[in-house]
């Protein structure tokens, strides 16, 4: 049998081992708008829970808008111009309007990918914040949470007096799905906050996973943090599989979050009738899988239909390598899943732990492979072991030990894939 699985910009085809019964698990979303811009203008003029983005931002002198990273595919282009319309009619310049890059710890973008995130003209014509979470006096000290969180967010986005979200909602493997909140933190916070709701206190909740919101404590300690900031609208989209938009929400960043949650929950979530003997995944192909920590995400999409004890394969380009320095320092010392968890319980955070913390709690439940070719095995620890240097060799170690029939699941774009075992 030959499939493909989202790799890089191309596709990777699979010419799969015989003996097992594969099963290709495809992208369930709805159905692509037929006019997303007229969606769009929609949204923004009659939004959930509040007065329209052109009432809102009358009398207002300054406005800041968040923006997803280059590692996220957000249609900005498509989503900008009709709030940037809005903010224009009401008064403002063009340099009254920050579009803020809510990088999180990730590196800065670069000249390139800042016009491929917002386009030639919007990268031209309004001051950027290409946010950097390592610089402190970027940020402004908001207090501290009920659960003693520090906040500090981009003093850019908290000095102006209208603070905009933009981006996408899709699941996400620690705080139930993206969008919303996201954009303000860990968007545009400072690693001294970051570490904190990435520390082993928040990512060993077992409801900080994919799908879950209601009791999701991270999700709670979110939208603390993003009231605190003074979080004042949203326009969230869902995309199609093939990244068409699908559906819009904009409006009350709380109330719009959560109408676009449903939506992907009725529209997104397909069922097994059981769990799967193994599976082979993907980190959805460029851009999230430039690098080996963005891989993660794919396994942790997967675990929920995979046997106890059964095999996960991750399959990604990772063009950039590792990732950031101290995540690829954690890797090239990690021993094994129990003794990473064990060595930074308690001890100090460093950036980037935590995916490396998550897929050590996933490790202890499932036998892990890698085709990562991008990747120095001799730069991940024990993980080397698990990782082939030829797609084929993965292969035959994924299906080698299981009986005849065993069911193997093919999740091509791997954490877009919302799927679930039925109850």
């Not at 059981?274 to 080996?292: K, M, N, Q, R, W």
Request: proline share 6%; hydrophobic share 45%; net charge negative.
């Amino acid at each position: 049998m030959e499939t493909v699985v989202a790799y890089g910009k191309s596709g990777l085809k699979l010419d799969l081992p015989s003996g097992p019964d594969y099963e290709v698990i495809a992208v369930k979303s709805a159905a692509a708008l037929s006019n997303a811009e007229r969606a769009i203008e929609a949204a923004l003029d009659s939004p959930v829970g509040c007065v329209s983005l052109l009432e809102m931002a009358r009398g207002k002198r300054t406005a800041a808008i968040s923006v997803c990273d280059i590692t996220r595919p957000a249609p900005n282009k498509i989503t900008l111009p009709p709030i940037l319309k809005r903010l224009h009619q009401a008064g403002l310049r063009h340099r009254d309007i920050s579009i803020c890059i809510a990088t999180g710890l990730h590196r800065k973008a670069t000249e390139a990918e800042l016009q491929e995130i917002l386009g030639p003209e919007i990268a031209s014509c309004y001051p950027i914040v290409n946010h950097d979470a390592k610089i402190l006096q970027e940020h402004k000290h908001l207090g501290v949470t009920a659960k003693g969180t520090p906040v500090y967010i981009d003093h850019r986005f908290v000095d102006a007096d209208l603070h905009i979200t933009l981006g996408f909602i899709e699941q996400h493997f620690m705080l139930g799905f993206s969008g919303g909140r996201k954009l303000i933190v860990p968007g545009l916070a400072a690693q001294e906050t970051i570490k904190v709701i990435h520390s082993p206190r928040f990512m060993r909740e077992k409801l900080a996973i994919e799908g879950s919101i209601e009791e999701n404590p991270l999700h709670a300690e979110l939208l603390e943090i993003a009231r605190m900031a003074r979080h004042d609208f949203i326009l969230d989209v869902t995309l199609t599989h093939d990244r068409q938009i699908s559906g819009v929400f904009a409006g009350e960043p709380v109330q719009a979050h959560a109408a676009g949650v449903q939506f992907v929950r009725e529209s997104s979530i397909g069922y097994l009738p059981e769990y799967v003997d193994a599976a082979i995944t993907s980190a959805a192909g460029h851009p999230l899988d430039l690098t080996f920590y963005q891989t993660i995400k794919g396994i942790s999409a997967v675990q929920h239909i995979v046997k106890p004890g059964g095999k996960i394969l991750c399959i990604g380009e990772c063009s950039e390598g590792i990732g950031s320095p101290e995540f690829a320092a954690k890797l090239r010392n990690y021993k094994g899943a129990q003794n990473f968890l064990d060595e930074i319980q308690g001890a100090p955070v460093v950036p980037d732990q935590w995916q490396l913390e998550k897929l050590a709690l996933i490790a202890l439940r499932y036998d892990i492979l890698f085709f990562t070719p991008g990747v120095d095995a001799q730069l991940i620890g024990t993980l080397q072991d698990k990782c082939f240097a030829r797609i084929e060799d993965a292969l035959r170690s994924l299906v080698s030990g299981l009986l005849p029939k065993a069911r193997v699941a093919i999740i091509p774009d791997g954490p877009y894939a919302c799927v679930r075992v039925a109850p």
